[in-house]
């Protein structure tokens, strides 16, 4: 079992930046994935980027140019960097660990941290 803890939200104007933090309780080396999903208020849950245990990374064509997703598996930790961020990045955003290529019963996600982006 790993827990991920998410860290970092808050209330941000627009053209600000803010950095999460995805904490996982155990060794993130054997997740295929780490990353980072969001779900704002009435719409799914969407994928914002993404990053392998071999370093190779996806982000979202709307947040491309603004975020970047790194991840330390020496600190069993993932960041999402988020600049410019617009109004519509408001939203609860989740880490997740996914074991393989494809998702499964064996993932885990966080509890989520809220971002506003709001004047």
């Known amino acids: 079992q790993v827990q991920l803890v998410e860290s970092g939200g808050g209330l941000v104007q627009p053209g600000g930046s803010l950095r999460l933090s995805c904490a996982a309780s155990?060794?993130?080396?054997?997740?295929?994935?780490m990353a980072w999903y969001r779900q704002a208020p009435g719409k799914t849950r969407e994928l914002v980027a993404r990053t392998t245990n071999g370093g190779v990374t996806n982000h979202a064509d709307s947040v491309k140019g603004r975020f970047t997703i790194s991840r330390d598996n020496a600190k069993n930790t993932v960041y999402l960097q988020m600049n410019s961020l617009k109004p519509e990045d408001t939203a609860v955003y989740y880490c997740k660990a996914q074991r393989g290529r494809v998702s499964g019963s064996s993932d885990y996600w966080g509890q989520g941290t809220q971002v506003t982006v709001s004047s």
């Open positions: 155990g060794s993130i080396f054997s997740f295929y994935y």
